[in-house]
């Protein structure tokens, strides 16, 4: 029986990114592929990203959190998600600081300016074509050659690489909207220069301090935002010197304040996070499931 069958979940939104929490801290149980994407299944709860909050592995840490696409893949970060599970806490336990453990390492989490808003401590970004993975050597990621289109006119090319703790590309462009990020997301997030796949981001830089973007996200596809994305685009408008370390990015679903710090190099996402209801999972949702 699945571990997820009968538990309580929550279900929230970080600007429009879906996200179900799961707290099985106080279970051995693990969430399997085969789970995760039985409860995106019509008759489950849709959603991009599943948190599931297991028992902490290090003194210190709240939880191990583990993330899941609605494809059953495994993701290293998700910023909108980790808002959604601070928030929940912070209501449940009066707390104001946390640090969880996640695939990518130590996320430090804190309430942010306001009592709405939520900031996670994403960790430095990495630029070295191993660590994002490319699948072959790029000296200079602030571009590479990639391109969408007829070789001598392509739709899309050039884009920036990063890795936050999860791939991204990000190609700019004069308006996000003039793109089918439908037609092509799914072709460049599946590109033999991704060995692990990328998330897909069209980036517009309105001015030093803000920018717009519209992402297709590795495993769940076209969402209302994606806060990694975000992230990635903001460094990697900064190392081509095109805008400065703290901006405002304009996402489908609203708005992220995105910071990347001088001192030690890591990124700082600030934002909302929604809750929408709580339930429990169908066990028949499960009934497939090994
Ligand atoms: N929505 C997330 C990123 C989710 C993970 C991504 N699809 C991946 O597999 O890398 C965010 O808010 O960061």
Known sequence: MSALANHAFAK????????????????????????????????????DQLMVLQPPRLQGTEAFIRIYNNDGSEAGACGNGMRCVVRRLFEQT??????????????????????????????????????IPLAEEFRDT???????????????????????????????????????????????????????????TLAHIVDRDHITIRTWERGAGLTKACGSAACATAVAAARLKRANRSVEITLPGGKLAIEWRERDDHVLMTGTADFEYEDRFDPALFANVA
Request: one cysteine or more; charged letters at 20%.
């Open 142 to 200: 602030r571009y590479i050659e990639l391109q969408v289109g007829p070789i001598d006119a392509p739709v899309l090319h050039s884009p920036s690489v990063v890795s936050m703790g999860n791939p991204h590309a990000i190609f700019w462009v004069d308006d996000v909207n003039a793109h089918d990020l439908e037609r092509f997301g799914p072709l460049l997030e599946n590109h033999p220069i991704f060995p692990e796949r990328a998330n897909i």
């Open 94 to 131: 009066g707390q104001t600081a946390v640090t969880f453990e996640t695939r990518a390492g130590l996320l430090n989490c804190w309430q942010g300016p306001a009592p709405d808003l939520y900031t996670v401590d994403m960790g430095a970004p990495k630029f070295d074509w191993q660590d």
């Open 12 to 47: 929230m939104n970080g600007i429009g990114n879906e996200i179900v929490v799961v707290d099985l801290r106080d279970s051995k149980a693990a969430v399997t592929p085969e789970d995760a994407r039985a409860v995106a299944s019509p008759a489950g709860v849709p959603y």
